[in-house]
């Protein structure tokens, strides 16, 4: 059992904006910086939105990330198929003194 | 650039140790400013941290792990170093290295493409 719940899956059609959830407690997300990754198949996970909602270089504006509370999301915008993968949220947790990660959100472009 | 490389044994046997080096390159160990991660995913599952290192040797390793694992560092080569002593089948998993931008955080920024480990005899 992953420490943050990420819903397993999630759809969308081409063009449409999709949120993907993230719920923690007071010791990581309530009290820290969440984090947001991309993981295709094969190859290492990027980076998408870090300390809440600031994006890296070279990520797309289409991706945004908040957090109220204990619980954050990912919005996806204007859905592209090669927006088809496993995402990740991340945080720092007080309790274990590390960072701990959800279960990952499949996410599939119809 | 910063790129990160892992290496090591794709097999390793149930009880045995698993031993991977990451080997940085585009940047500096020693330069200091970031930690150095291990994470893995088994198949099928999620993301799962392992422990990580700084600069100056200071570690820090997932609880559930902690009495299994060791981290080092090798600045003059640029490089770290995993070991998972007493391995069973469920540690077989794609083992990744990477750089932590925040020390209170999950901001791994640079990864190394995967090293899939698979323990069995």
């Known amino acids: 059992q992953s420490v943050l719940t990420q819903p397993p899956s999630a759809s969308g059609t081409p063009g449409q904006r999709v949120t993907i959830s993230c719920s923690g407690s007071s010791s990581n997300i309530g009290t820290n910086y969440v984090y947001w990754y991309q993981h295709l198949p094969g190859t290492a996970p990027k980076l998408l939105i870090y300390r809440n909602n600031q994006r890296p270089s070279g990520v797309p504006d289409r991706f945004s990330g908040s957090k109220s509370g204990t619980s954050a999301s990912l919005a996806i915008s204007g859905l592209r198929s090669e927006d088809e993968a496993d995402y990740y949220c991340a945080a720092w947790d007080d309790s274990l003194s590390g960072p701990v990660f959800g279960g990952g959100t499949k996410l599939t472009v119809l | 650039q910063v790129q990160l490389q892992e290496s090591g044994p794709g097999l390793v046997k149930p009880s045995q140790t698993l031993s991977l080096t990451c080997t940085v390159s585009g940047g500096s160990i020693s330069s200091g400013g970031y930690y150095w991660s291990w994470i893995r995913q088994p198949a099928g599952k999620g993301l799962e941290w392992i422990g990580r290192?700084?600069?100056?040797?200071?570690?820090n390793y997932n609880p559930s792990l902690k009495s299994r694992v060791t981290i080092s560092v090798d600045t003059s080569k640029n490089q770290f170093s995993l070991k998972l002593s007493s391995v069973t089948a469920a540690d077989t998993a794609v083992y990744y290295c990477?750089?932590?931008?925040?020390?209170?955080?999950?901001?791994?920024?640079?990864w190394g493409q995967g090293s899939l480990v698979t323990v069995s005899s």
């Open positions: 290192i700084y600069a100056s040797g200071s570690t």
């Open positions: 990477a750089r932590d931008h925040d020390g209170y955080g999950a901001n791994f920024d640079y």
